[in-house]
């Protein structure tokens, strides 16, 4: 059975910076892409970036661009998220998850066929 676990998360200042990693149990599904998406308390969840599997391409939420770094590591079957310069707002569990095919939009949760159980990221002042 496909599985994402994500770990890496915790408690950071704001302006510091953070490491979430996701680890996949088989890599059949994660040919097609992965991504992290992010929930705050009260909040519906909203995508923060994913990767292209085969091509590297990386797509960014506006909010987080030039501050966040997707990549991967093909041989670990990983994806990664830095998180520089984070900021009150970016608190928030944090999934990760997978595309089933190559259909549908990488910045749609709906295109997503797995998902991690979330870690959190809480960034205090």
């Known amino acids: 059975q496909a599985q994402l676990i994500e770990s890496g998360g915790g408690l950071v200042q704001a302006g510091g910076s953070l490491r979430v990693s996701c680890a996949a149990s088989e890599r059949t599904f994660s040919i097609y892409g992965m991504g992290w998406f992010r929930q705050a308390p009260g909040k519906g969840r909203e995508f923060v970036a994913a990767i292209s599997w085969s091509s590297g391409t990386a797509y960014y939420a506006n909010s987080v661009k030039g501050r966040f770094t997707i990549s991967r590591d093909n041989a670990k079957n990983t994806v990664y998220l830095q998180m520089n310069s984070l900021k009150l707002e970016d608190t928030a569990v944090y999934y990760c998850?997978?595309?089933?095919?190559?259909?549908?939009?990488?910045?749609?949760?709906?295109?997503?066929?797995?998902w991690g159980q979330g870690t959190q990221v809480t960034v205090s002042s």
């Open positions: 998850a997978s595309r089933g095919s190559y259909s549908g939009s990488f910045y749609f949760d709906s295109s997503y066929a797995h």
